[in-house]
């Protein structure tokens, strides 16, 4: 069965504080792994795609990889603004619906 | 400006009322997909549909419908609901069904009593 799950379920961290989400993997063939932020009373916001292991993609302060069991969201001297919700997503290669099997998101909150 | 537009935001209803939650979007994508968020089970895929015409079952399709008549519009129909249909409900879209890269919309809060 495919599964995502991601660590630790909630992060808090001092402005400029650096750190990694984790987000561990098991799927039949991966099309492909997605990192989506999610704000309060939003909906997810799409940041990364990620394709093979050793695939890097940066945005900002963000930055994801991923290896062939799973990614890391690594958060360089993060700001308050960064504070959300992190969403680990997989997509199978023989899933037909084109459906995203997502993990339980860690929360992270950012302290000035 | 590029959006998956919801509503109602809010709704509150009660067992066996019918209810419709609307979903368009401006971005003419092809693909469009109904997700729901519950604690601890995080999103799920209810149901989705390729283009016009043409949809199908997700994950949790049970006690839901949709239609797709028109490429912007994708409607998830609640025909008798229950309360184990409470909870918040997504919206996406994305140009086809190959890509991870959904555009979701703002979420529908539903509480059914």
């Known amino acids: 069965e495919d599964q995502v799950t991601q660590s630790p379920e909630a992060l808090r961290l001092q402005e400029g504080e650096s750190s990694s989400l984790n987000c561990s993997y098991t799927v039949s063939g991966l099309r492909g792994l997605f990192w989506y932020r999610q704000d309060p009373g939003k909906g997810p916001e799409f940041l990364f795609t990620l394709y093979s292991a050793g695939e890097e993609k940066e945005k900002e302060r963000l930055k994801a990889t991923l290896t062939k069991k799973e990614s890391f969201l690594h958060i360089t001297a993060p700001k308050p603004e960064d504070s959300a919700t992190y969403l680990c997503?997989?997509?199978?290669?023989?899933?037909?619906?084109?459906?995203?099997?997502f993990g339980q998101g860690t929360e992270l909150s950012v302290k000035p | 400006e590029a959006q998956v537009t919801q509503n109602p935001r809010y709704l509150i209803t009660v067992t066996g009322k019918k209810l419709t939650v609307t979903c368009s979007q401006n971005m003419n994508h092809e693909y469009m997909s109904w997700y729901r968020q519950d604690p601890g089970l995080g999103l799920r895929q209810i149901y989705y549909s390729m283009n016009v015409e043409v949809t199908d079952k997700g994950d949790v399709p049970e006690g839901y419908k949709v239609s797709r008549k028109e490429k912007r519009n994708f409607p998830l129909i609640l025909e008798s609901p229950s309360p184990n249909q409470t909870s918040l409900y997504f919206c996406?879209?994305?140009?086809?069904?190959?890509?991870?890269?959904?555009?979701f919309g703002e979420g529908s809060r539903l509480t059914v009593l």
């Open positions: 997503a997989v997509q199978a290669k023989n899933n037909q619906g084109g459906k995203l099997i």
């Open positions: 996406a879209s994305s140009w086809g069904v190959l890509t991870g890269e959904l555009f």
